[in-house]
């Protein structure tokens, strides 16, 4: 089979090797499409933190069963169906794991970040980490359930209550897929960007506020939206700017939860953070809840995921997708390989 491997910062090299072996407890997935996620760029520049090269990217991802373990229950799972993967692989062994916040295992590996992930034609999982589809559910969409998921997470952490105003800095996938699911937990969400052209993407898939902050002020704009302020603000950017940002203009009493991924340790005004009473929170990925909440989303029409995904390349030409993405940033959403 063939698959892709960064073998450099900046450079993919398509590669024919054997076909996985799976084992009596995993499920081999033949894999129809692949999502290149912010993280995937971020190591394709040798800026990611936790991800060396040389890598086969791909975590997010879906395709069909092709094969079962002897050990999987059986029941699960048939020939032919499709399926995404929830890429964490955990020790199920630690603290976190002990109490189902297995997003932060002490041994997390992530498929395509810390192990070979499903830049290829075939991969082969854990079975408890499929997750079974629909047969109408799109194989683009459900390549684009693990950043839903991240999303749903998000809002999860963020605590956001019916009625709450949410202020989401970075209209990205994953701003966009967030702000979509703090709308279905009945927030009233605003974006800011400094992109006309990305905001114009939240203002088609329904954000009904949307701030400029290259050419509007923030808390003007907030003070027009909201006589109360903004109850979480999600920071999706992962800049120390936008962090520092997020802080600065948080109302007293309220959240900013970090989403996006930073590579540096960032002065905060901590000042701020006791003065006003902030609640700082992380976030990382998600669990099968979140996964399947995701995926019940999707089914009942209330996430977009099709108006995000702006371009599919043939797995072959991962090189010339990732060109493609650094060249349009300002308009590129989700950039999808075909396998
Ligand atoms: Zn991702
Ligand atoms: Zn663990």
Redesign the pocket.
Known sequence: MIQAKLVQSGRFELEEVAKPQVRANEVLIRVKNAGICGTDIHSFNGKHPFISTPIVPGHEFSGVIVEIGQEVPQEMFSIDQKATVEPSL?????Y??QIGR?NI????IVLGCQTDGAFKEFISVPWQKVVPLDDFMSFEDAAMLEPLAVGIHAVEIGKVNRGDHVLVIGSGVIGLLLAQAAEVRGAIVTIVDISEKRLSKAIDLGIKNVINSSKEDILTSINMISKNGIDTIFECVGHPSTILQSIEIARKGSRVVIVGVVNEGVMLPVNLIQDRELELLGDLMYTKKDFDKAKNLVAEGKANLKDLQTKTFDLKDVQSAFEFIEQYKDTTFKVLLRV
């Open positions: 955990v020790c199920g062994k630690c976190n794991c297995y295992c002490d041994h997390l």
